[in-house]
């Protein structure tokens, strides 16, 4: 077995053109990018800005921008390449004949699905959907993927309480429906938990709660939040009190399932809570979580935009619960370079056309790359080197941790692949330092240093990783 500090040296690059290490010739941003921002600036938005990227330039593990710079990519777009900058086999589906009629024919898939839809359906997105939910509403964003899911929710209660998918609407629920009044317009909601991110759009908004930013001045659905557990860390050491703040979470959700003036017809939840903070909670309060649900008779949406495609060891991270009884939608977005929700209970078609509807209703070309991810994963087995790699990389930052106690603290997702973060009383800084060491690391809620690197991301580099936070904390 590697020595903590030694990665293994059988080890075979996945990616055997990508650079050995960061290179870095000048400050970030250096000249040209300065210029180009500058440029930039004058037609859109830019005061989100991390860095200007150079894509063509970019390889692997490693993004580079237009100075010359290139750095080791623990964030990969907020989450969001899954194996690698420039990878050729996603190139090669890229430049492919059913690609190019993809783009330039882009089907309203709800009127016009193209000839093959169902075949790329099954051997790309349903070829990895999540135990018990074979089918898919495919979408174009993680946000646009919840608000459906809450939408199937909505439509799937008032047709169990209307008595079934037969019975016609009223003449009241039709008239009220266009005055945004109930009946028509229904008194229900959907419950999201503290801390939890499920996106920006207006619906999605209202069951978002992990930064005011995201929310001020945009009218909200008065919508329930619980509590989710806060955990204390290291897990072992303090497993009776986390057993119990995880009860008292499951008691108030129950509260608000029974009790709240607006009904929720579903709950949605995280498995891990990541724009807000990484947050964890063990399988006992998922699977507690989903006999609440059956007890109340509401829905269970686990969203896996963030978490899932790999990043925790599994390929999707609710896996980790060991759940009989799976959720009734899974949601996924990011890695899968797509968006949509899963789901397999066949009630969750509403019962007339055009209910759930938009001109796209997703897109064929972001299918068709997903299809090629897909097997790109399973040609490297890269979910089981991303669980491996994941060990080592904890190992790593927990003798780091023992080393600089002050600047990793809480550290958290011990065998969850490399879906791990710490709280630094520092973070801001520390993000902000990693940069002129090379690395490009972000961070999520008020102190956490989230790492997101791609599914192709190997001993060798968390090894550079791990070197240069050390080199950040001596700074």
Known sequence: MASPSVSDAAEQPFFPDEPTGPIMRTEIPGPISKKAIAHLDKVFETRSLNMMVNY???????????????????????????????????????????MASAIINRPALGNFPQHD????????????????????????????????????????????????PDVEFTQEEITSAMDNKSPGAPNMSILSFKTGFHGRLFGSLSTTRSKPIHKLDIPAFDWPQASFPHLKYPL???AEENAREE???????????????????????????????????????????????????VLMIVDEVQTGVGATGKFWAHEHWNMEDPPDMVTFSKKAQTAGYYFGNP???????????NTWMGDPARALLFRAIINEIE???????????????????????????????????????????????????????????GVNVGGSGERAVRLRPMLIFQKKHADIFVDAMEKVFQS
């Open 379 to 437: 040609r490297l087995n890269l979910v089981q080197n991303t669980a491996e790699t994941g060990d080592y990389l904890y190992t790593r930052l927990q003798a780091l941790g023992e080393k600089y106690p002050g600047e990793i603290q809480n550290l958290r997702g011990k065998g969850q692949g490399t879906f791990i973060a710490w709280d630094s009383p520092r973070r801001d800084e520390v993000l902000k330092k990693a940069k002129t060491f």
């Open 56 to 98: 063509q330039n970019s390889f692997g593990n490693y993004i580079a921008d237009l100075d010359g710079n290139v750095l080791l990519d623990v964030y990969a777009q907020i989450a969001s390449i899954p194996v690698g900058y420039s990878n050729p086999s996603l190139l090669l589906a890229a430049t492919s004949p059913d």
């Open 347 to 357: 009630d969750l078609r509403p019962n007339k056309p055009y209910r759930q509807f």
């Open 247 to 297: 009860q008292r979470c499951l008691d108030e959700t129950e509260k608000i399932l029974t009790t709240f003036h607006s009904p929720p017809a579903a709950i949605i939840v995280e498995p891990i809570q990541s724009e807000g903070g990484d947050n964890h909670a063990t399988p006992a309060f998922f699977k507690g979580l989903r006999a609440l649900t059956r007890k109340h008779d």
């Open 236 to 238: 072992e050491e303090h």
């Open 117 to 164: 839809w169902a075949e790329i359906l099954e051997t790309g997105i349903l070829r990895v959907a999540p135990k018990g939910l074979g089918q898919v509403f495919t979408a174009q964003a993680g946000s646009d993927a919840n608000e459906l899911a809450y939408k199937a929710a909505f439509m799937w209660k008032r047709r169990q309480q209307r008595g079934g």
